[in-house]
């Protein structure tokens, strides 16, 4: 099993910007691609952004693009989100998952193919 954590998120005013990590342990080294997701109040949970661990190439959902940035740290097994350029609509619980499939990233915008997922980081925007 492998575990994810969360942290980083928090209240900030649109236009601002957060920084969420994930930090995973256990057996994630048979782990390919990490993500993010989120879950705005009364809506499904959905796809933020991907990243594959070992060739690094990501994908976003289109809501997000060119305002977040997620990145890796293999040495520390992190993955990160840079959110830039906030809005209110980008309020939501996001959640870290990770997946044990080896699939190409436009495959991997859907929750089904991930595997493991941290308890999620409350993200507030207001206006």
């Known amino acids: 099993q492998a575990q994810l954590v969360e942290s980083g998120g928090g209240l900030v005013q649109a236009g601002g910007s957060l920084r969420l990590s994930c930090a995973a342990s256990?057996?994630?080294?048979?782990?390919?691609?990490r993500a993010w997701f989120r879950q705005g109040p009364g809506k499904e949970r959905e796809f933020v952004a991907t990243?594959?661990?070992?060739?690094?190439?990501?994908d976003y959902a289109d809501s997000v693009k060119d305002r977040f940035t997620i990145s890796k740290d293999n040495a520390k097994n992190t993955v990160d989100l840079q959110m830039d350029s906030l809005k209110p609509e980008d309020t939501a619980v996001y959640y870290c998952a990770a997946s044990r499939r080896l699939r190409a990233l436009q495959d991997m915008n859907v929750e089904e193919n991930y595997d493991y997922w941290g308890q999620g980081t409350q993200v507030t925007v207001s206006s």
């Open positions: 990243i594959n661990w070992v060739a690094g190439n990501t």
């Open positions: 256990g057996r994630t080294r048979s782990t390919y691609v």
